[in-house]
């Protein structure tokens, strides 16, 4: 038994006593802190709303095959949007189908819940297909505006120059 001067003597079993309701409820309250925090389990609706992440693995030549026939839609694209193309001369569907034949390229390669084992097509496919759908999106307008189907050519300098 210690002594406080002026305050009588304190038994040590009978203050953890008098301590103890409070440690218990804390105890309580974190306990359903976390309860809470975990939740119940989610619905299948949730679950079936989610896109699935898939992983692609490629080859080297796959890869290589992939980028050449994107590389040579552009070149495509780039004539038909040319800025020394008259716009009464541009074809407007031949500019969507252009894009459209590139998106489905660059969906085959990565992005939208696709991962690779390259880690350059993970962080700029995504980016990549917003360009080209916002591309579409201004080709779709009425006058076309073509101007970021021509420029589509930077985003994927973008991504190369990181290399």
Known sequence: MRTVPGAGSVDPIRARVRRRPSAVLGLALLLSACAAIRGAPPDEASVAARPATVYHAMSRPE???????????????????????????????????????????????????????????????????????LSSEFARRE?????????????????????
């Open 143 to 163: 006058p076309p505006n073509l101007v970021p189907a021509n420029r589509l050519v930077q985003s994927c300098l973008s991504c190369h120059r990181s290399l």
């Open 63 to 133: 890869i290589q095959g992939h980028m050449r026939v994107l590389a040579e839609e552009l070149l495509t694209l780039v004539g038909l949007t040319a800025p020394e193309v008259p716009a009464a001369a541009v074809n407007r569907d031949e500019v969507l189908a252009s894009l459209g034949r590139i998106a489905g390229r660059a969906r085959q390669v990565g992005g939208g819940g696709t991962f690779t084992n390259y880690s350059v097509v993970n962080d700029y496919m995504d980016a990549f297909l917003e360009d080209v759908a």
